[in-house]
């Protein structure tokens, strides 16, 4: 069996990071992603090859990943992924997948059992996927051992809204209720410190969108707040129709992002691969990757 690619793990002090890569490519046209820019304005403002996360043809590079932290005696798992066993018949690049989730954390020597924090930065299918797993004719936590960190604000968002709304996704039913249902999941408060990770709400790209801050270290993560370099230089740029709250999002890019450079803080964001920092000031924002 092939596992999946793991990258790391990087130190940060008494802590390890490893990305748990299930996919990277090239995921759409520059158009989807952002409608009303000019692909030479889109390239003009992205970083130099290769980390251009552009190719040649105007296809936007994103990848699908999750993070493992491990440290004095905890293993968090940071996102969710897209999980197995799912329908997704719109997505069908994600319909009832069957990746080795549990033989690629082995390889980290990590159980399903020994992870004690599962963080769900927000409720998109892509970040929770792998918060369930089929259990018979349902879905049972992944994580057997785990409290599930969620702003309580998602839930509300997703547990009240209809299914004929153009939001609604069956990951609520499959991968997030499941764990409410067993009451599992544990409703994190600002500033609140949990397996290492201090937890920041951060609405905009959906209500309850929370970002992650590696306790006594420069590290954050910040989920969806980014779908491309191009967006430290130009947090006004919006990519498509992905936040619930398109002025929300902007203004936590103007609030965080000139935070992370002056602090030289290292930056995982889901969609963007490899980690970065941050450089410059004001309007002159610029994307630097560690590697």
Not at 136 to 162: K, L, Q
Not at 170 to 178: A, F, I, N, T
């Amino acid at each position: 069996m092939t596992l999946l690619e793991t990258r790391g793990p990087r130190r940060f002090g008494d802590w390890s990071v490893t990305q748990v890569v299930e996919w990277e490519g090239d995921a759409l046209p520059h158009g989807r992603m952002f409608p009303d820019l000019a692909l030479d304005a889109l390239r003009a403002a992205s970083p130099p090859p290769p980390h251009t996360r552009l190719s040649e043809a105007g296809m936007v590079v994103t990848a699908n990943q999750f993070f493992v932290v491990q440290g004095e005696g905890d293993v968090s798992v940071i996102e969710m992924g897209t999980g197995n066993g799912k329908s997704r018949p719109h997505e069908p690049y994600w319909d009832h997948q069957n990746l080795p989730y549990e033989e690629t954390l082995a390889s980290l020597g990590v159980g399903l059992e020994d992870v004690r924090y599962a963080f769900i930065s927000h409720g998109h299918l892509d970040h929770t996927g792998f918060a369930t797993s089929p259990a018979g004719d349902g879905w049972a936590p992944s994580f057997p051992n785990a409290r599930y960190v969620m702003h309580p604000r998602e839930w509300e968002y997703w547990g009240e809204m209809a299914s004929d709304n153009p939001r609604w996704h069956p990951c609520v039913e499959d991968s997030l209720r499941p764990l409410v249902d067993a009451g599992v999941v544990h409703w994190g408060a600002e500033g609140e410190v949990l397996g290492g990770l201090r937890v920041h709400h951060a609405p905009g790209h959906t209500p309850g969108k929370i970002v992650l801050e590696l306790h006594g270290s420069p590290v954050w993560f910040v989920g969806d707040m980014l779908h491309h370099p191009a967006q430290i230089a130009h947090p006004e740029w919006s990519a498509a129709d992905f936040d619930a709250d398109r002025d929300g999002a902007i203004a936590q890019r103007r609030k965080y992002l000139p935070m992370l450079a002056d602090t030289g803080a290292v930056v995982y964001a889901m969609h963007l691969g490899n980690p970065f920092r941050i450089e410059g000031s004001g309007g002159g924002l610029r994307y630097v990757p560690l590697d």
